[in-house]
């Protein structure tokens, strides 16, 4: 069973995310709520995929990705955003996110996202 790491600064959007995750038969490792926690649960946890939200406080989703790929450079990171701006899809793949799942989230979406990324290891 995948383990899944999931970072949004809303409360709700990471419960939403996280039942979605654990119906679809992955495990939920563990929550964070901005970019500087991603890095440290990410170390901590070294979890089988991260899903990162972009626009969050002290330290944004796309510096997070940054650093993580950085020091783990066999990470793997969805990102997830409101924001869909070209630049900043192309950025986020250029750091090496591996999927880019636009807000308001939807339950297929995040199920699709994860079985493409899970079924690239078979």
Not at 42 to 67: C, F, H, R, S, V
Not at 71 to 77: L, S, V
């Amino acid at each position: 069973m995948a383990r899944i790491l999931i970072v949004d600064d809303s409360l709700f959007i990471r419960t939403k995310i996280g039942e979605v995750v654990k119906n679809a038969g992955y495990e939920v490792i563990g929550f964070g709520s901005n970019g500087q926690e991603a890095i440290e649960l990410y170390d901590q946890l070294n979890p089988d995929l991260m899903l990162l939200d972009i626009t969050m406080p002290l330290k944004d989703g796309l510096t997070a990705l940054k650093e993580i790929k950085q020091m783990h450079q066999n990470a793997k990171i969805i990102m997830i955003s409101a924001m869909t701006h070209d630049h900043i899809v192309n950025e986020a793949v250029q750091y090496g996110a591996l999927d880019f799942i636009e807000k308001p989230v939807h339950d297929l979406q995040i199920i699709n996202a994860l079985e493409r990324i899970f079924s690239l290891q078979d």
